[in-house]
């Protein structure tokens, strides 16, 4: 049962994250274009999938989704609604970790 709950937990932070990098995307791709060429062109919403190329998005997409996690891109900064997606892409994927094995208690707790 603890291991279902578990489970839940880490994908609903997966997809909500992911959710939130998408929107991100789409403002970088919309109000940023020349930022989103320079990135590689990341894939995210629907906006931004038209005009990306296969390989080359994918690749970018994945480097884009960790680096943002690391540091705030220069672009994001003076956009108040890339920084709420931004906040709640971290929020989402920090909630995977925080969900940890106890091993004092030799069970899984939610801290």
Wanted: aromatic share 16%; with cysteine.
């Amino acid at each position: 049962m603890i291991l279902y709950i578990l489970l839940i937990v880490v994908s609903v932070g997966i997809i909500g994250s992911k959710l939130y990098f998408d929107k991100m995307v789409d403002i970088e791709f919309e109000y940023f274009h020349d930022n989103w060429e320079a990135d590689g062109k990341p894939t995210g919403g629907k906006n931004s999938r038209s005009n990306a190329s296969f390989l080359k998005s994918d690749c970018s997409t994945f480097f884009s989704f960790y680096e943002w996690l690391i540091s705030v891109p220069a672009w994001a900064q003076g956009n108040s609604e890339a920084s709420k997606f931004l906040i709640g892409k971290t929020r989402f994927l920090l909630s995977t970790f925080i969900v940890h094995r106890a091993p004092e208690h030799g069970r899984y707790v939610i801290v």
